[in-house]
């Protein structure tokens, strides 16, 4: 039977915007029946950040084995999937089109709806993710506030429903993500970085080395990491690279900078708004720090903050499919042969 929008329960989700190949089967927007990931971090460790002509090819080879796991998975074929969404962008463009070549053939073979959703937006919608492990998401007013900080992004938006989502301000210049990962280069740690230097932090004095806030007074509600970045860069050639605790204690400082300022303006923004609830996603919300520092603010000035489980944070499909579900029962769907990528936000249908 043809899906029609008004009958759709199941979707499979397709996410290859950057380096995670990822497939997931998402009931109801909500209940995760099966959400795999493949990264490509081996593939790109090697030149210490994403090659997009290497991402491209991993995703061609991992996409199909990818969609045949999460329907195994999820113990279901194609026939039990009622829609297909797919990120549309923003992203790597060869990246994102793998993805999208693969949804559209789906969609058309199977003749069911296909959607392409904003990656960024998805990376919000992941707090309403449910499975066996976590069973209980947070029940969360809107409007709310959300921070989505990953390698690729660092915005604040307004959220009114799970579709109307008003971005108030972003980073002028690095992700946080990106200066993470950039600072563990320049480190010698290896990409990606922002685990790592999370993990030595945790042993280290955060107020050891003072590093510059970009607090940006006349645009609260952006960020500037560019200037952090090349101070640390500066301490390092003064300094050298540093071992054992001195190496603790700078991750601790340079990631106290980060989340400084990452709490401060988004409590901030919410309170200037009269909205209680607070969400935080992306990559970087897997971050110890961040996590804590915005729990224990937010209570102070009693607002709610709501982090999405560690591992909807990083990129997957199952936020994919679960915004999909969202755009879907509002009636949107795009259409199959005339769909295509869009690198960046400008360029999305959605
Ligand atoms: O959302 P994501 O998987 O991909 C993008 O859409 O960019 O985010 C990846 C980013 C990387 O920059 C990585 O270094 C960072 O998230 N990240 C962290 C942590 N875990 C991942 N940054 C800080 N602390 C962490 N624990
Ligand atoms: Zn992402």
Redesign the pocket.
């Known amino acids: 039977m043809k899906s029609t929008i008004a009958n759709i329960d199941v979707v499979l989700g397709l996410e290859t915007?950057?380096d995670?190949t990822a497939a997931a089967v998402v009931r109801k927007g909500t209940q995760v029946l099966s959400s795999i990931v493949s990264s490509q971090v081996p593939v790109h460790r090697q030149y210490g950040g994403v090659v997009p002509e290497l991402a491209s090819r991993a995703h061609l080879e991992g996409i199909l084995p990818m969609v045949t796991m999460a329907l195994e998975r999820a113990h279901c074929t194609l026939d039990d999937i009622d829609a297909i969404a797919v990120t549309q962008g923003p992203g790597l463009i060869g990246a994102l089109m793998v993805g999208v070549q693969t949804a559209k053939a789906l969609a058309y073979t199977t003749q069911k709806p296909i959607i392409g959703v904003n990656?960024v937006q998805a990376?919000i919608t992941a707090i309403h993710l449910r499975d066996p492990d976590f069973p209980n998401p947070p029940e969360i007013s809107y409007p709310h506030i959300a921070l989505v900080v990953?390698?690729?992004?660092t915005a604040i938006y307004r959220v009114d429903d799970p579709v109307s989502i008003e971005n108030l301000g972003q980073t002028l210049d690095d992700?946080a993500?990106?200066a993470?990962?950039k600072v563990a280069k320049m480190m010698g740690l290896g990409y990606?970085?922002?685990?790592v230097?999370?993990e030595l932090a945790q042993n280290g004095n955060k107020e050891a080395i003072e590093f510059p806030r970009a607090w940006l007074s006349n645009r609260p509600n952006d960020f500037s990491f560019s200037g952090l970045k090349t101070s640390v860069k500066t301490h390092l050639k003064k300094y050298g690279v540093p071992e054992g605790q001195d190496l603790k204690d700078l991750c601790a400082s340079f990631q106290e900078a980060v989340t400084h300022v990452l709490v401060k303006k988004t409590l901030r923004a919410t309170k200037e708004l009269g909205i209680a609830d607070v969400v935080i996603a992306?990559?970087?919300a897997?971050?110890?720090r961040l996590r804590s520092r915005m729990i224990e603010r937010a209570k102070r000035q009693r607002l709610r903050v709501h982090p999405v489980p560690l591992r909807y944070?990083?990129?997957n499909a199952a936020m994919i499919a679960a915004l999909g579900y969202q755009l879907l029962q509002r009636g949107r769907q795009n259409d199959v042969l005339t769909m295509d990528a869009g690198a960046k936000i400008k360029e999305l249908d959605s």
């Open positions: 915007s950057c995670e990656h990376h990953s390698g690729g992004h992700a993500g990106e993470y990962d990606p970085g922002g685990r230097i999370d992306g990559g970087v897997a971050n110890s944070c990083s990129d």
